[in-house]
């Protein structure tokens, strides 16, 4: 899943928000020196792509897609499915039932708090994420489609990535409606397996 998915499924504190994005970013991170929270959170994120990776509507979705695009095409459903979680945002409440304004507003802050301690790739990524609101710009599909654009700008071998963007047009519909046959999936899975909910 991709940043959004992450930090919908994170805790509310700053630790928790840090931790389910750090899965992204791990490459070079002193993990011993974080506390307990973040590495929960960290465990959450592993806990969300495996069960997204493995899921048989995750596999059937990237089959929409071209042949030569599929390698990315993971990519393209993370993103796109930030787009649809905004989208039907009062459809998948969270226990606080928060609006997605003040969900955005919330996370923002708490990846601030942290931002620090952060490996730098990882700042560099919530400085862009929270000063450019990407956030907002998922809400339109153009948005998402210059999220795309800018991915495929940032992989360093000649690929066809760019033109993934019409696979998505295309296949929208099909795409909305998996996604709303896994997210609830996913939804009851973190709710069951999540290391950071405490249980009676």
Do not use: C
């Not at 504190?13 to 750090?22: I, R």
């Not at 995750?58 to 459903?77: M, N, P, T, V, Y």
């Amino acid at each position: 899943m991709n940043y959004l998915a992450h930090l919908y499924f994170a805790q509310p504190n700053a630790d928790s928000h840090m931790g389910n994005l750090l899965g992204d970013f791990r490459k070079g991170a002193q993990l011993d020196s974080y506390s307990q929270r973040i590495k929960l959170g960290l465990q959450n994120h592993y806990l969300v792509d495996k069960f997204t990776d493995s899921h048989p509507l995750i596999k059937l979705a990237k089959q929409l897609f071209k042949k030569e695009h599929r390698r990315f095409s993971g990519i393209a459903i993370d993103v796109l499915f930030d787009h649809f979680l905004i989208a039907y945002w009062s459809a998948y409440p969270l226990k606080s039932d928060v609006t997605f304004n003040k969900f955005k507003t919330q996370s923002y802050h708490y990846l601030s708090v942290n931002k620090s301690i952060m490996p730098e790739r990882m700042q560099r990524v919530v400085t862009y994420m929270t000063t450019d609101d990407w956030f907002e710009q998922y809400r339109e599909l153009d948005g998402i489609a210059r999220a795309l654009t800018n991915i495929a700008q940032r992989v360093r071998f000649d690929n066809d990535f760019h033109h993934i963007v019409d696979d998505v047009y295309l296949h929208y519909q099909t795409l909305d409606q998996i996604f709303h046959q896994f997210f609830p999936d996913l939804m009851a899975h973190v709710e069951q397996l999540s290391p950071e909910i405490i249980r009676e």
